[in-house]
T-cell receptor
């Protein structure tokens, strides 16, 4: 099956810093999503981005499908950005495969 | 519009007991999924359904059964719970293949 690798596994930032999270995948995909799992365990949709670039406030994402990677940018980080960020991709068979996530801690 | 709703939110079971988790979506989505999440890991697919009356196995189906009798509901059953099934369970739905997935709030299950 498809392999999804996220890096870095852990990231600690000071409030106000910028960061880039990466997701590499081993096959062509027809769906890619980024999620934020907050400290209460909720999975929040950030981006549905099988290709191209999207922005939503301080967050933006870029997927280069031909090179099999996606990047999530967080600018001017806030403590509320803390949590785990997951990349999930779909190849075929109607299901998302998740990476193991990046644990982000933003300190005040 | 509630999206995806899971019932219950928390449950403690004794080894060998059975239970059913309910997932309901009000978005008229065709596809529904059950995932489990263990500490420090991503989500792994248990079973999924591409339409009413259909189900299929995912990555970790052993010890679970599912049913999709109505389009809006997807049930996950544990016939004889084991401590290895202690996990957080998430339900998700998509309109069709390759579209955005929406998740429920999760069910935290502990088997003692």
């Amino acid at each position: 099956g498809i392999q999804v690798e996220q890096s870095p596994p852990d990231l600690i930032l000071q409030e106000g810093a910028n960061s880039t999270l990466r997701c590499n995948f081993s096959d062509s995909v027809n769906n890619l999503q980024w999620f934020h799992q907050n400290p209460w365990g909720q999975l929040i949709n950030l981006f549905y981005i099988p290709s191209g670039t999207k922005q939503n406030g301080r967050l933006s994402a870029t997927t280069v499908a031909t090179e099999r990677y996606s990047l999530l940018y967080i600018s001017s980080s806030q403590t509320t950005d803390s949590g785990v960020y997951f990349c999930a991709v779909e190849v075929s068979g109607s299901r998302l495969t998740f990476g193991e996530g990046t644990q982000l801690t933003v300190n005040p | 519009n509630a999206g995806v709703t899971q019932t219950p939110k928390f449950r403690v079971l004794k080894t060998g007991q059975s239970m059913t988790l309910l997932c309901a979506q009000d978005m008229n989505h065709e596809y529904m999924y059950w995932y489990r999440q263990d500490p420090g890991m991503g989500l792994r697919l248990i079973h999924y359904s591409v339409g009413e009356g259909t189900t299929a196995k995912g990555e970790v189906p052993d010890g679970y059964n599912v049913s999709r009798l109505k389009k809006q509901n997807f049930l996950l059953g544990l016939e004889s719970a084991a401590p290895s099934q202690t996990s957080v369970y998430f339900c998700a739905s998509t309109l069709t293949r390759g579209t955005e997935a929406f998740f429920g709030q999760g069910t935290r299950l502990t088997v003692v």
